[in-house]
C-alpha cells in the first residue's frame, strides 16, 4: 500500500468509507506533511478545508507536532492527552499518532464527557465525606468529653447525650438517602408495570405529613385528590416524592401560620396528556440563579438552615431520578419573595 496526495483507488474508494466509519476525529498525512485525507468528524472539529494542506495550519500544538514530525520521520507512535479549542468550547482529547506505511495517522478521541463522569464522581465522593466526617467528628468530640472532663457531670452528660442522637441520627437519614438514592439510580431505566390511584397515593402521603405540618404550625391543604386517577407508577416512589416537597414547602418555604397546598389535576403537554401534581407554598421563595441547580446532589441555597432542619441535600435528587424513571418532568417555578412551586407532570401514555 502507497499513500501519497496523489489519487488513486484507495484513496478515492475505500479509505473514505474505512475513515468515515470511524468514531473519532482522525486524519492522515503524508510524507510530504500534507493532509491526505481527513473524515468528516476531523472536518466537523477542524474545518472543513484540511486536505492537501499543511498539517501544521490545522493542528497547532507543539507537542501534536513534535509527535507528527517524530512519526513520519522515525516511523514512531505517540499517545497523548491534550485541552484543546479547536472550535469555540474547550475540549480535552486522547490524541494516537500511529505510522502508516508513507504517513502518518492521527486520532482524536473527544474525552470530555468521561472526564467529566470522573469529576462527578471525584465530588461525589468528596461531598459524601465531607458530610459524614462533620457529625462523626462531633460524636468523638462528645466522646472523648464524657470520658474526661465531663465524666462526672450529670447534666452535661444528659446534654451531650442528646446532640450525640442527634448527631447520629443525621448519619443514618444521610446513608438512608444515599441508599435510596443508589437504588432509584439503579430502577431508572425500569418502567412501573402496577396500575395505581394517583390520587388516593398522594392523599396517603399528604396525611402522613400532618403531624410533621402540625409541629410546624403550617396549614396543609389539598386539591384535587377525591376523584380517582389511575396511572402506571410506583407507589412507594410518588410517596417519597411528595414526602420530599412537602418537606422541603414546609422546612424552606413556610413560617408558622403558613400555608401549603398540594394539588392534582389532568393536563396537556407538548408530549400529550398528563397528570400535573404540585406542591405550593407562600415563603420568601428561592432567587432564579438556584434554581437549576436545586436537584444536583447536596445542592442546597443556605446550607446551614438546611443542616440545622436535618437536610441531606439529596431529596431532589432523589425526586428527580424518581420523576425520571416515571418518564416525567419536574418543573420549578419561584421568585424571591414568590413562594414556590414545584410541578411534577407523569405523563398518561
Ligand atoms: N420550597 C422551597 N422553598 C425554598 N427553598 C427550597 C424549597 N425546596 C427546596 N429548597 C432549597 O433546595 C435545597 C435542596 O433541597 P433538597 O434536595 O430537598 O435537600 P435538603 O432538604 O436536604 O436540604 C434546600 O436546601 C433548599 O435550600
Ligand atoms: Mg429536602
Redesign the pocket.
Known amino acids: 500500500m502507497f499513500i501519497s496526495t496523489e489519487k488513486n483507488a484507495l484513496l478515492e474508494e475505500f479509505l473514505p468509507a474505512l475513515l468515515a466509519g470511524f468514531p473519532h476525529a482522525a486524519i492522515l498525512v503524508a510524507r510530504d506533511s500534507k493532509v491526505a485525507m481527513a473524515n468528516p468528524t476531523a472536518a466537523a472539529l477542524f474545518g472543513p478545508a484540511l486536505q492537501g494542506r499543511h498539517y501544521g495550519l490545522t493542528l497547532r500544538q507543539p507537542e501534536v507536532l513534535d509527535s507528527v514530525a517524530d512519526c513520519l520521520y522515525t516511523g514512531t507512535g505517540a499517545t497523548l492527552r491534550l485541552t484543546m479549542r479547536p472550535s469555540d468550547q474547550e475540549a480535552s482529547f486522547a490524541i494516537t499518532i500511529s505510522p502508516v506505511p508513507n504517513g502518518a495517522i492521527c486520532v482524536f478521541e473527544d474525552v470530555s464527557p468521561q472526564e467529566q463522569t470522573d469529576q462527578m464522581r471525584r465530588d461525589f465522593v468528596a461531598n459524601v465525606s465531607h458530610e459524614l466526617r462533620t457529625p462523626l467528628t462531633a460524636l468523638q468530640g462528645f466522646i472523648e468529653t464524657l470520658q474526661g472532663p465531663a465524666r462526672e457531670d450529670a447534666a452535661a452528660r444528659a446534654r451531650f447525650l442528646e446532640i450525640m442522637a442527634t448527631e447520629a441520627e443525621r448519619m443514618n437519614r444521610l446513608v438512608t ?1 444515599l441508599l435510596h438514592l443508589s437504588r432509584v439510580e439503579a430502577q431508572e431505566r425500569l418502567r412501573p408495570d402496577t396500575e395505581i390511584d394517583l390520587a388516593a397515593t398522594i392523599a396517603l402521603a399528604v396525611d402522613g405529613l400532618r403531624p410533621l405540618a402540625q409541629r410546624a404550625e403550617v396549614t396543609l391543604q389539598s386539591k384535587g385528590l377525591d376523584a380517582p386517577r389511575n396511572l402506571f407508577a410506583d407507589a412507594d416512589q410518588i410517596m417519597q416524592v411528595v414526602g ?2 412537602v ?3 414546609i ?3 413556610s413560617i408558622k401560620g403558613g400555608r401549603v397546598e398540594v394539588g392534582l389535576t389532568e393536563t396537556v403537554t407538548l408530549r400529550g396528556p398528563a397528570y400535573c401534581f404540585w ?1 405550593q ?1 407562600a ?4 432567587a432564579e440563579e ?1 434554581i437549576p441547580r ?2 444536583e446532589r447536596f ?5 446551614h ?3 440545622a ?11 428527580k431520578h424518581i420523576v425520571s424513571r416515571h418518564r416525567g418532568k419536574l418543573s420549578i417555578e ?1 421568585g424571591k419573595g414568590q ?2 412551586r ?1 410541578s411534577v407532570f407523569l405523563p398518561l401514555g
Do not use: C
Open positions: 438517602d420530599n416537597l418537606e422541603n414547602a422546612k424552606y418555604g406542591v407554598d415563603g420568601s421563595g428561592i438556584h436545586l436537584t445542592y442546597r441555597v443556605d446550607s438552615r438546611s443542616r432542619q436535618g437536610g441531606t441535600g439529596l431529596g431532589l435528587a432523589i425526586v419561584s413562594g414556590s414545584f
